[in-house]
């Protein structure tokens, strides 16, 4: 088992930034390809950033790129998502999530946290 716990959501401003974490603790760390996902009531689940178990590679999704930096420190248990020059759209319960596959594009996961609310004002 995974624990994963979000932090670092809140009410911003458009334009503003924000940084989340997810402690992660239970299995080790480096296992696990890490991701962020987001979701709105009434929308599908939005695969947002990965990184892979060893914090060479990342991905971000269409909608985030250029804005948004998926990071981890494994000496920490903790990744992160840096998000900047946020918009409104942005709104969203953000969710961590770990997964046994090393693919760091596929939208998958094994693990889940409870999420963190990112709101922002126009």
């Known amino acids: 088992q995974v624990q994963l716990v979000e932090s670092g959501g809140g009410l911003v401003q458009t334009g503003d930034s924000l940084r989340l974490s997810c402690a992660a603790s239970g299995r080790t760390f480096t296992f696990f390809t890490m991701k962020w996902f987001r979701q709105t009531p009434g929308k599908e689940r939005e695969f947002v950033a990965a990184v892979s178990r060893d914090a060479a590679r990342t991905y971000h999704a269409d909608s985030v790129k250029g804005r948004f930096a998926i990071s981890r420190d494994n000496t920490k248990s903790t990744v992160y998502l840096q998000m900047n020059n946020l918009k409104p759209e942005d709104t969203a319960v953000y969710y961590c999530?770990?997964?046994?596959?090393?693919?760091?594009?596929?939208?998958?996961?094994?693990?889940w946290g409870q999420g963190t609310q990112v709101t922002v004002s126009s």
């Open positions: 999530a770990a997964a046994w596959e090393e693919t760091i594009t596929v939208p998958n996961f094994d693990y």
